[in-house]
């Protein structure tokens, strides 16, 4: 079992930065890939970012490659997501999830969401 907890959403200004955080527990969590995804309003969830269980290997959809950058301290159950020049089209729950695999995400563990949003 492994549980998820986002934090650090809120209202920034298009061209600022967030940093999103994922709380894990549960001994599976050092083990798991962990990706975030995001659903806008009116729109189907869609992946942002994943890491691979050591942290090692980084993967971003092509909307915010070069602008978000993924992270993993597997030593504090931790997970991030740094969202630097973000863009109103940024706007959207962000969700943490981890699974053991990248392809078993969406059948794998999720939080509860945080709000992003980012006004013009």
Do not use: H
């Amino acid at each position: 079992q492994v549980q998820l907890v986002e934090s650090g959403g809120g209202l920034v200004e298009a061209g600022g930065s967030l940093r999103l955080s994922c709380a894990g527990s549960g001994s599976a969590f050092g083990r798991y890939f962990m990706a975030w995804f995001r659903q806008a309003p009116g729109k189907e969830r869609e992946f942002v970012a994943g890491v691979s269980w050591k942290g090692d290997n980084a993967y971003y959809a092509d909307a915010v490659r070069g602008r978000f950058t993924i992270s993993k301290d597997n030593a504090n159950n931790m997970g991030y997501l740094q969202m630097n020049s973000l863009k109103t089209d940024d706007t959207a729950v962000y969700f943490c999830a981890s699974a053991p695999t990248l392809s078993t995400m969406k059948s794998g563990y999720w939080g509860q969401g945080t709000q992003v949003t980012v006004s013009s």
